[in-house]
Every structure is written in C-alpha cells, then in structure tokens.
C-alpha cells in the first residue's frame, strides 16, 4: 500500500491565540476618566440611529393614548359612525403594535415598514375622518390624527433626504380628505382648527427630519474622528518600528559588509582566498535577502530577521537565497522572532543532513483573510522520508513547537533524494 | 559549442566572468558589451547574450530585449537583485529566462544551456517573481500551475514539485515552460486587425460560452 500521507503535521499543544494589536493604540474602547468604559465612537452613528428609532416607537405609543381617553371622557358624541371608528382605531393600532415590535427588533426603521405605515396612516385619516360628524372631524373625536403625526416624523427620520415633506404633505391631503364633508358643511368652524393638525403633520416632519440628520451628521463626524485618531497612532506605531528596524539593520551592515569591504580596500588581502569569497558572497546574500524585490520592504522586520538569519549561517557553510514578497510589515514582536528561530532552526538541519551548500528561504503573505505569512526553508540535498516519520530530528520539537507557541503551524515535506521543505505557517 | 556574448557595464564583473567560464567545456564567451547598441555595432554572432538587467546607460531593460531578438539570439538576463518590475518586462518582452548573479558556476551554466537549446531558463528566483506578480494585466495561470510555480519558486526540487502536484517530473518542466510562454504572449502586441478581431471573438466566447450559436 503507498504512503499517502505527504505531510508530517507537527504536534501543536494549546496555546493562547495571539492578540494582533498595533502597539500604543488601545486594545479595548477608550475609557472615561472615572473608569467607567464609553462607547466605541466608532459605532455612534449606528447607536444614534437605534436611539432615534426607539424614540419614534415610543412616541407612537404615547400617539395613540388620546382616543380612548378622549371617548372615555365623554367626547364620543363627535362620533357619527361608532362601528367604523372603532374598527379604524383597532386596526391602526394592532398594525402600530407590530410595528413598534419591528422597529425595536431591527434597532432602526425597514422601507416596507415605513411604507406599510404611512399607507395605514392615510388609509385611517381617512376613515376616521368619515366616521366623525362632520363638524367634529377635526376633534379629539378622530382617532387617526395623533398616530399621523408620529408617521410624518418617523418617516423624516428614515428617508431625511428631502422626502419628509412630501411625506407630510401626502398625509395632511389624506387628512383632508376624512374631514371633506366638515369643510363643505362648516368650512368656518372646520377649516381653521384643521388647517392646524394638516400644518403639525407637515412641520412635525420637517423638523423631525432635521434635527435626526444633525444627530446622525454629529455621530458621523465623532465616528470619521475616532477613525482618523486610531489610523494616525497605527502609522506612527508603525513608523517607530520600522525605524527601530532600519538601525538595526544599519548595525548589522556595518558589521559586516562594511567591515568586509574596507578591509579588501586596505589591501593585504587575497580576493581568492576562499574565506574571503565565503564571505563576499555571504555579505552579498545579506544584501540581496534586505533588499529583496525593488527595497520596498526597507525596515520590515521579519525580512530583516530572515536575512540575519541567513547570514549567519554562511560561516557554517551554507549560502542562503532570501526571497520575501508582500510580507506584513506589522507582525507581532513575538511571532518575527518565532518564525527567524525556527527558519535558523531548519537551516541548521540543512547543515547537518542534507549535504548541500545552498539553501532557499521564501517569505510571502498567507492566503488566509488575517494578515498573516507562509515563510518556507527548502534545500536540494539528500532528503529523507518525512512520511515514516522516523527522521527529521530536532524538527519536531524545536521548530513544531515555537510555531505552537504564537499560534503558528510548521509542516516538512521530505523524500529521499528530493530534497526537503518546511513551511512556517502563521497563524496556524 | 554554444557561443555566448556578455552586456554589462561593469567592466570588473565582465573581467571575472570571462576568467569564470574559460575552463568550462561547451561554453565560449566570444564577446563582451557595455550597452546594446555597443554589442549590435560589433556584428559579432552569437546563440546567447547574457543581459545585465539594468544598465547604466538609462536604456529600458525590455527594449534592449527587443533590440537583441532582432539578432536571432536567445537573450538570458542576469542582475544582482530580482527587481520584480524589470524582470517582469523583459521576460514579456521575449527574454529565454532570467537568474541572479549570485547563482553558481554549474547553475548558470544549465541556465546557459536550457535556453541555447531554445528552451527557458526558469529559475527559482524568476518562478519567485513571477508567482508573486500581482498586475492586474497578468497572464491567467490554472490552480494546477499555480501551485507548481509556488513550490518551484521556494527552492524545492522539480522531483519534489512534481511529486506535490501529483504530476510527472516532465510534466512538471513543462508546465513552468508553459507559464513563461503565458508572460511572452501578453506581452506580444496584437500585430494585425484579423488578430485583433480574433481576440474580440475570443472574449465574446468567453463571455457568453456556447449558450448563443450561430443560425
């Protein structure tokens, strides 16, 4: 039977997952100063939203409290029509009900619902206004009034690009309507009192309508803020790291490529010794593993470790080729040093198995959605067969568990006389 | 015999080159070159020309790639750093293959070799930038491809890159000839009008399948 299994998992014991966080910028939501946790301003404009909607609802509530009182207190005799007003209040307020219910489900107001609403609206202004004698129709008497008012206003909250209006417009015409026959009986007596409720529909909208887009424009300024100040530390954090790296990275040149040239300069030396060469060319490698891809990469920290890494393995002997591309320049601390420990890890093993002179180090952005790396240790040498699993010693322990430590994987694909592979994955 | 030219402007490398490859069999370096139009006045036949990346002289690195296929030689370009964007043109514009100077005598060698048989010299460090090429204008590569190009370019051997393909080891060689075939054709220009009405037809192919055959 062939072996199918090509990869040796490496044994990854619990650990905690590793936080990504940007140094210096909080980890959690800013705190007040008596310690108590404010809001993330991030979220204001959705919070001002929700906070504007269950103001409507509860407004609508309170919108619908007048007629029953206003019949309990006598004011029935304005009722012409008691089967049709009846029936015109419960169904306005058993479908209010179920919309209250959605609005404070959703934390906001859906267009069907806002339809919906406005649509029984008109529809009750103007039955309730037919069901009125038809000089009361503008009384406490017509039950549709009030609940209009809190559509207008709820509909300029949701749709405050103009429409607000309008929409107050369309239902006072409603309201008209229902109060018609009033008009032609006692234009006098109706027409002033009416005027008034069509007007508050109107300006109920329209100042409903500006003062939610002035909240939700302040959310929007706090959230753009909030934003703006966390991007700002993020870069400023970023820049000191790459500056810290760029010193770094100056030290190790002056110790070593510049050291090597200025003592070729002085002369004395023999360019063909081959300890020299040895050493040419690891400082070449070292150069060309920092500059990598056009230097666009200048003060990356997991470049600047691969590269040292391979560097220091050319006085053992081994020439290391350091490929990086697209790798994230703000990688935890703990897993940059993780990952060089390791890659120095497997290149140490390349030294004492593989029998080779030359060994390959890539470094790319991993394919996951989370900025993570695959970094990659691969030699042409002998090989062994990484399926029985009875070789690779010292890849286990001391490469599969510093991976396991940050949350990172480690994985050897090896056969006899094929050389061998070990990927660095994180996170895992 | 495969006789070889070299355009560098660096007089001390071109010096250890010639030294580098005088004992190797096979091989011949007949001339050398700091720009292009220094190597074409020379008139000087070759099979290859091995072509410093970026030179001095400001010219641009696919250019000089086009201006040495007008010579009918294969063109292998050399420089000291993969810089993704030049390396990218000039294997467009028509280069056999592409490698680091930091390679050893015995893989620039084969390199030499692969391409004066008229085939490429795809590299680990050229499969590293080709499969990390993020153009939007870059050649469609298969899952297939893709996924050989990746283990070619982290320095794994092709037995090796087969084997995890699940492919043949010539398989395997030819699927990275097929990939650097993929980057000369997008950078072919459309020469003609029937060419151009070729790939029109092509893209409504694509865009519409089969579900609209001609009456």
């Known amino acids: 039977m062939p072996v199918s299994a090509e990869q040796v998992r490496m044994p990854q014991p619990a650990a905690p997952p590793v936080v990504w966080t940007v140094p210096g910028a909080p980890t959690s939501g800013p705190e007040g100063q008596t ?88 529809a009750a202004l103007v039955a309730a206004g037919m069901a009125c004698n038809p000089i009361d129709a503008t009384s406490w008497a017509n039950s549709a009034v009030a609940p209009a008012v809190s559509s207008a206003a709820a509909a300029a909250t949701t ?45 109920f909208s329209l100042v409903a309508g500006i003062a939610a887009g002035y909240l939700i424009r302040q ?50 030396l023999d360019p063909s010794d081959p300890l020299v060469r040895q050493r040419c060319a690891a400082d070449a490698d070292y150069l060309r593993g920092l500059i990598s ?136 | 015999m495969i006789t070889i030219a070299a355009v560098d402007d660096d007089r001390m490398l071109l010096t250890g080159l010639r030294a580098w490859l005088a004992p190797v069999e ?36 696919a250019a000089n790639v086009r201006a040495l296929l007008g010579r009918d030689v294969a063109v292998l370009v050399v420089s000291t750093i993969p810089d993704a964007e030049h390396v990218l043109a000039t294997i467009e514009a028509g280069a056999a293959g592409y490698v680091t100077k930091d390679n050893d005598l015995p893989a620039l060698v084969d390199a030499i070799r692969d391409v004066a048989a008229g085939g490429a010299a795809v590299s680990p460090e050229l499969a590293f930038v080709l499969s990390t090429d993020r153009r939007p204008e870059r050649p469609r590569l298969s899952a297939q491809e893709t996924l050989v190009l990746r283990t070619y370019a982290s320095g794994a051997t092709l037995q090796a890159t087969a084997r995890r393909a699940g492919i043949a080891y010539g398989t395997a060689r030819e699927y990275l000839e097929r990939i650097k075939r993929k980057y000369t054709d997008t950078g072919r220009p459309t020469r003609t009008k029937l060419d151009l009405v070729d790939r029109v037809r092509e893209d409504r192919l694509e865009l519409h399948g089969l579900d609209n055959p001609p009456d």
């Open chain 1, 35 to 122: 310690g108590r946790r404010l809001p993330d301003p991030a979220t204001a404009p959705e919070r001002t939203r929700a906070l504007i909607a269950r103001m409507v609802a509860v407004l609508r509530i309170v919108q619908l409290v007048p007629w029953p009182l206003a019949v309990a207190l006598g004011s029935l005799t304005g009722v012409q029509n008691t089967g049709l007003a009846i029936s015109t209040y419960a169904v306005q307020t058993a479908w209010s009900l179920v919309w209250v219910a959605v609005v404070l489900w959703r934390r906001q107001i859906p267009a069907w619902a806002m339809g919906a609403d406005l649509a029984v609206a008109a």
């Open chain 1, 293 to 428: 891809s056009g230097g666009v990469s200048s003060g990356n920290q997991l470049q600047g470790e691969l590269a040292a890494v391979g560097r220091s393995q050319a006085a053992l002997g081994l020439r290391v080729h350091v490929h990086c591309a697209d790798v994230p320049v703000d990688l935890p601390e703990t897993v940059v040093r993780s990952i060089a420990d390791a890659t120095r890890e497997a290149l140490n093993n390349v030294i004492k198995h593989a029998r080779v002179d030359q060994a390959w180090v890539t470094a790319l952005a991993s394919d996951g959605a989370a900025p993570g790396v695959l970094v990659t240790i691969a030699d042409r040498g002998r090989g062994f067969n990484a399926a029985a699993g009875s070789a690779g010693l010292g890849l286990r322990d001391s490469i599969g568990a510093r991976l396991a430590e940050v949350g990172g994987t480690a994985t050897v694909d090896s056969r006899p006389g094929q050389g061998t592979s070990v990927e660095l994955r994180w996170p895992g």
């Open chain 2, 26 to 61: 096979g091989v011949d370096l007949i001339a050398t070159a700091a720009t292009v139009p220094e190597f074409l006045a020379l008139h000087t036949t070759v099979d290859v020309v091995l072509l410093d990346l970026n030179l001095r002289d400001g010219s641009s690195p």
């Open chain 1, 159 to 203: 749709w405050r690009r103009g429409y607000g209006v309008p929409t107050g417009i369309a239902l006072a015409g409603a309201y008209v309507v229902g109060i018609s026959r009033g008009i032609a009986v006692s234009a006098a007596r109706v027409i002033p009192s009416g005027a008034g409720d069509a007007a508050s529909m109107v300006i």
């Open chain 1, 219 to 268: 959310a929007e300024v706090t959230a753009l803020a909030a934003t703006e100040l966390a991007e700002a530390r993020a870069r400023i954090a970023a820049e000191e790291s790459r500056d810290r790296e760029r010193a770094r990275q100056y030290r190790m040149l002056h110790d070593t490529v510049l050291s090597t040239l200025s003592a070729l300069a002085r002369g004395g």
